[in-house]
């Protein structure tokens, strides 16, 4: 089983729509879980942080579901410029590097 | 604003040669890594370095070796390339958690 999972997508959606992707992770342990961003033949970039009580950034939210060892990210009022993979990660524990899921694709449609 | 560059954007290689991969990174950062990234495969970690001189196997560390004699450069070294090498190659620096990436290097090995 893969230390992290996304659904590749894509996940095509018209703007102004509301859209959720899942990640699940293996290990139970795990402390620290972020979603980062890439855009298409671009580096990824951090989008934010999951803490246990959630987050939320503007039109993004992020939430941690332990007991089902999942984080989720929802975009409420898509923008065309959301349109990028979405990358899972999660820092298991007893490691010093992060460990990438390999993404979900959203392309935002007019 | 935080600066990783990598030497080559895009390089083509002969099977059995000797490949260097230079990142260099401007924001005094500890950490340094190298990915690799596939389709359907995601990131994944080849190596990275905490420290200057020291070194940590990634999860897929054969065929490549690092060196990291200064804190502001980190070298992916591909001993002798082989056409399953080829792939996009990314640096990354930062803090345990945030990791600022370069633009990345596509590497093809013929």
């Known amino acids: 089983r893969k230390e992290v999972e996304q659904d590749p997508g894509p996940f095509n959606v018209p703007e102004g729509a509301t859209v959720a992707f899942n990640c699940t992770y293996s290990?139970?342990?795990?402390?620290?879980f972020f979603w980062y961003r890439q855009d298409c033949r671009k580096e990824p970039k951090l989008l934010m942080s999951v803490y246990s009580s959630g987050n939320e950034d503007g039109r993004f939210t992020a939430q941690l579901n332990r007991a089902s060892q999942y984080i989720s990210l929802l975009i409420r009022d898509s923008k065309l410029s959301d349109s990028a993979t979405y990358l899972c990660v999660v820092n298991p524990p007893g490691r010093r590097a992060l460990t990438f899921g390999s993404g979900t694709r959203l392309q935002v449609q007019p | 604003d935080v600066k990783v560059t990598q030497s080559s954007r895009y390089l083509v290689k002969r099977t059995g040669e000797k490949v260097f991969l230079e990142c260099v990174q401007d924001m005094d950062h500890e950490n340094m890594f190298w990915y690799r990234q596939d389709p359907g495969l995601g990131l994944r970690l080849i190596y990275f370095?905490?420290?200057?001189?020291?070194?940590e196997k990634g999860d897929i560390p054969e065929g490549y070796s690092v060196s990291r004699e200064k804190k502001e450069r980190f070298s992916l070294i591909l001993e002798s390339a082989s056409t399953n090498q080829t792939s996009m190659y990314l640096c990354?620096?930062?803090?345990?958690?945030?990791?600022?990436f370069g633009p990345g290097t596509r590497l093809t090995v013929t």
């Open positions: 370095s905490y420290d200057v001189k020291m070194k």
């Open positions: 990354a620096s930062g803090r345990r958690y945030e990791q600022y």
């Open positions: 290990n139970s342990a795990s402390q620290s």
